[in-house]
């Protein structure tokens, strides 16, 4: 039973554009989402996060958008860069302590 | 360092033996967590301390998956009998409670 799921594997866009990535959850008692990036032979890296009583948060280049009555959360990247490239993580908090992450969504920015 | 530390960072053992991963998180955070992402999967959560005690342990696979935090700092991943379908990367991470949940680089176990 997949209850954080990212149904896109890979995106790529420009340099310069906006990076779109999408995130579905199944359970209405996740407190909490964020969003982690990883680069390969690393761990994940918190990139941002919001409550489930918000429905956006915006940190420098990056802003989550919440949308709880589509359990739909996606993380939007503008201006996008090449360093962004990376593979993707969102994951959804379970009181008390417990991260469910989807499985990840690859994105290239191509220069 | 300021993050959180994991060791060994790449681990080969034989089947059935016992491999012990060791976390040490970041200074002042209560909780700690253990994760296992296996190649092309997200992070697959194992057992959650808050202080020195197990609060959830609902991820671990099965008995021979074993985790202790003593003092309420650092924590160690115990494997039994380790199985080649333990292969994966086990990646620990502490938080204070709040909404930010910081993870270290990872063990790579291989199982051969």
């Known amino acids: 039973d997949q209850q954080v799921k990212q149904n896109s594997p890979s995106l790529s866009v420009q340099e310069g554009r906006i990076s779109i990535l999408n995130c579905d959850y199944t359970n209405s008692m996740f407190d909490y989402f964020l969003w982690y990036k990883k680069y390969p032979a690393e761990g994940p890296t918190f990139l941002i996060s919001i409550s489930s009583i918000k429905d956006k948060n915006e940190d420098g280049r990056f802003t989550v958008f919440l949308n709880k009555s589509a359990k739909h959360l996606s993380l939007h990247i503008v201006p996008s860069q090449p360093g962004d490239s990376a593979v993707y993580f969102c994951a959804a908090h379970l009181p008390p302590g417990k991260l469910i992450f989807g499985q990840g969504t690859t994105l290239q920015v191509k220069p | ?112």
């Open chain 2, 1 to 112: 360092g300021a993050g959180v530390s994991q060791t060994p960072s790449n681990k080969v053992t034989e089947k059935g033996k016992y491999v012990e991963l060791r976390c040490d998180p970041i200074s002042g955070h209560t909780a700690l967590y253990w994760y296992r992402q296996s190649l092309g999967q997200g992070p697959e959560f194992l057992i959650y301390f808050q202080g020195t005690g197990a609060a959830d342990d609902s991820g671990l696979p099965n008995d021979r998956f074993f985790a202790v935090r003593p003092e309420g700092s650092v924590s160690t991943l115990k494997i039994q009998r380790t199985e080649r379908g333990d292969s994966a990367v086990y990646l620990c991470a502490s938080s204070l409670g709040g909404n930010t949940i910081y993870f270290g680089e990872g063990s790579w176990l291989t199982v051969v």
